[in-house]
């Protein structure tokens, strides 16, 4: 009966030891800010920046969550684990701006990095342009030149064109008037009352020739004369066909046939006087009006 | 009697010299703790948290204050206590002013390389002309 009674006494602290076990691990000790502070924690722990960014931070906040952990675990009272929790949640939260800060601050150098190199690009870009500018500036004072030299050339040809034409001119004794130049054809080129062309005649009209077809925009007018001898019918004619007679030559020549016109005026309009053979001489005579520039003739009046 | 007078005055004494003990041992951390918090509130200040965390920044001088309270009367464990968070709050303040003022500067860049790059794609279409 004693030893019994014993037993069942040694029994009650085992029975009351084990409820309180049982309570304890149904129901660990916990408060609200400390499970929030986990929460804090496996975020930041998921943040790989944090571990890489704020190492020695995120250290303090583990073993700060760790300390408010142990006290939990010990039943502490829940003020003491919530002061603990406390340091420890703000220690996570600091541990997230240092990553931050951290991770805004490599942007930055690299963002530096970055902005040197569209600054290189920008100068590239730049002086590419400027040399690029330069090239066209060269080209195109090249073109002026270019542009220059040709002026200067086709002035120096039409110069010397020019200057083979005037000598021609001379040649055919030709005279400024206020028609035109005017080329005296007389009667030694024309045998005698024949429109025939003689050959001293050939070579002065070839001359002519040489003449229009360097000046393609030239025009003639060709006017026969003749001396007061014989009928004034006979006489326009004669002085229609020596007329004729150098405007055909000058077609077989290859000047153009539009670009000459013919006239016959008989004994009008004579030179010298008709009195004597010398003059009569100067009476017979084809003059080969030539309009410069496609200016029109006048006609004689 | 007197040898049990003595020896009970003499319990008395140890236990009162126990005390004293207990309390030096806990007033000089809480003395010390509260130094690292002050110093740590001027950091947070002169990093400017005041205007880049007025929130973390109030509570940790509010914290700040009372610790001292706490240490003239001698309540050395709450004064700990109000020390250490002042200093955590405190430090997340310094550490936000600091991440704000770096995002600040990485935003800043980042619309500065935006202007040179709209600066270079312009250049670039005008030589390309």
């Known amino acids: 009966m004693k030893t019994r009674s014993l037993k069942t006494l040694r029994l009650v602290p085992a029975a009351l030891a084990l409820a309180v076990m049982a309570a304890c691990s149904t129901t660990p000790t916990t408060t609200s800010l400390l499970d929030q502070t986990r929460a804090d924690f496996l975020a930041a722990q998921s943040t790989p920046s944090v571990a890489a960014n704020a190492p020695l931070e995120f250290k303090a906040a583990s073993d700060a969550l760790d300390s408010a952990n142990a006290a939990a675990a010990r039943k502490e009272s829940l003020s003491e684990i919530d002061k603990l929790a406390y340091i420890a949640k703000q220690k996570i939260a600091t541990a997230q701006e240092v990553a931050k800060q951290k991770q805004a601050e490599s942007e930055v150098a690299n963002a530096g990095r970055q902005r040197d190199e569209i600054r290189l690009e920008q100068r590239t870009a730049e002086a590419n342009q400027a040399k690029s500018q330069a090239n066209q500036a060269k080209a195109d004072a090249d073109a002026a030149r270019a542009q220059a030299d040709a002026a200067a050339n086709s002035a120096r040809s039409e110069a010397a064109r020019n200057a083979a034409l005037q000598q021609e001119l001379a040649d055919l004794q030709a005279k400024q008037t206020d028609r035109g130049i005017v080329i005296t054809l007389n009667d030694v080129l024309f045998n005698v009352d024949r429109a025939e062309l003689s050959a001293e005649g050939m070579r002065t009209v070839q001359k002519m020739a040489d003449v229009l077809l360097q000046e393609p925009q030239s025009a003639v007018l060709i006017e026969g004369f003749t001396d007061s001898t014989g009928s004034a019918d006979h006489n326009l004619q004669l002085s229609q066909r020596r007329a004729e007679s150098v405007r055909n030559a000058l077609i077989g020549l290859g000047v153009k046939s539009d670009k000459i016109a013919t006239r016959g005026y008989g004994e009008a309009f004579p030179v010298a006087s008709n009195a004597d053979a010398g003059s009569r001489q100067l009476n017979r005579r084809v003059e080969i009006v030539l309009s410069q520039n496609g200016a029109p003739i006048a006609n004689r009046h | ?129």
């Open chain 2, 1 to 129: 009697m007197t040898t049990i007078h003595h020896r009970y005055a003499g319990m008395c004494a140890l236990v009162a010299l126990l005390g004293l003990a207990a309390c030096a041992s806990e007033k000089t951390p809480a003395v010390a703790d509260v130094a690292v918090s002050r110093q740590a509130v001027a950091n947070a200040t002169s990093a400017g948290a005041a205007d880049l965390a007025p929130a973390e920044m109030q509570s940790a001088r509010e914290k700040l204050m009372r610790a001292n309270q706490a240490l003239a009367a001698k309540d050395y464990r709450t004064a700990q206590d109000l020390a250490n968070q002042a200093s955590a709050d405190a430090q997340l303040a310094q550490s936000k002013a600091g991440s704000t003022k770096a995002t600040m500067a990485a935003d800043e860049l980042q619309q500065s390389i935006r202007a040179l790059r709209e600066e270079l794609n312009r250049t670039n279409a005008t030589s390309q002309q």
